[in-house]
T-cell receptor
Framework: KQEVTQIPAALSVPEGENLVLNCSFT??????LQWFRQDPGKGLTSLLL?????REQTSGRLNASLDKSSGRSTLYIAASQPGDSATYLC???????????FGRGTSLIVHP | EAGVVQSPRYKIIEKKQPVAFWCNPI?????LYWYRQNLGQGPELLIR????????DSQLPKDRFSAERLKGVDSTLKIQPAELGDSAVYLC?????????????FGPGTRLTVL
């Protein structure tokens, strides 16, 4: 059974810092990995999707990398802003079960 | 293009009452997911549809939960009777394309409170 872990669980940083959020998974047989953000009381917003054959994806100040062999992905946020404050979740679509498995998320606060 | 639509946004009921949630996916998306999210947790898959077929419902508590996706478009998730432990946010998502590129798009969710 796929297990997804996100570290750290919570993070508080001053505006302008570069951040790295981590996501690890136990079964490397995946189709893809997707990063989301979730604002309080809202649904999930897709940020980036990395297919299993890819190593990274970029969107604006966000860069996500994938290392399938080590079961890890990182989300890099450059020059953080207060508007980046949210919970960031990663989800892995596993090859065997085809069930999306989510981590518990990293709660990020960027203060001015 | 409209995103995933869910209704209602909030629902408060007493235990043992029935409740239903509705989801309309993004037009053209064949895959539809229902998730449950408890506070401080990631979403957990309840059921996945490919068109009108439920292809994975292993995590759906079938004694009280049911779902349908008639005509392979919108979907309804029902709980009858509701229990206190069912209080959570129920999320619907949809995706199109193949397995490697099936980016999921989520609706705003329905927050259920069972008293």
């Amino acid at each position: 059974k796929q297990e997804v872990t996100q570290i750290p669980a919570a993070l508080s940083v001053p505006e302008g810092e570069n951040l790295v959020l981590n996501c690890s998974f136990t079964d490397s047989a995946i189709y893809n990995l997707q990063w989301f953000r979730q604002d309080p009381g809202k649904g999930l917003t897709s940020l980036l999707l990395i297919q299993s054959s890819q190593r990274e994806q970029t969107s604006g100040r966000l860069n996500a990398s994938l290392d399938k062999s080590s079961g890890r992905s990182t989300l890099y946020i450059a020059a953080s802003q207060p508007g980046d404050s949210a919970t960031y979740l990663c989800a892995v679509l596993s090859g065997g079960s085809y069930i999306p498995t989510f981590g518990r998320g990293t709660s990020l606060i960027v203060h001015p | 293009e409209a995103g995933v639509v869910q209704s209602p946004r909030y629902k408060i009921i007493e235990k043992k009452q029935p409740v239903a949630f509705w989801c309309n996916p993004i037009s053209g998306h064949n895959t539809l997911y229902w998730y449950r999210q408890n506070l401080g947790q990631g979403p957990e898959l309840l059921i996945r549809y490919e068109n009108e077929e439920a292809v994975d419902d292993s995590q759906l508590p079938k004694d009280r939960f049911s779902a349908e996706r008639l005509k392979g478009v919108d979907s309804t998730l029902k709980i009858q009777p509701a229990e206190l432990g069912d209080s959570a946010v129920y999320l619907c998502a949809s995706s199109g394309g193949g397995r490697a590129n099936n980016e999921q798009f989520f609706g705003p969710g329905t927050r259920l409170t069972v008293l």
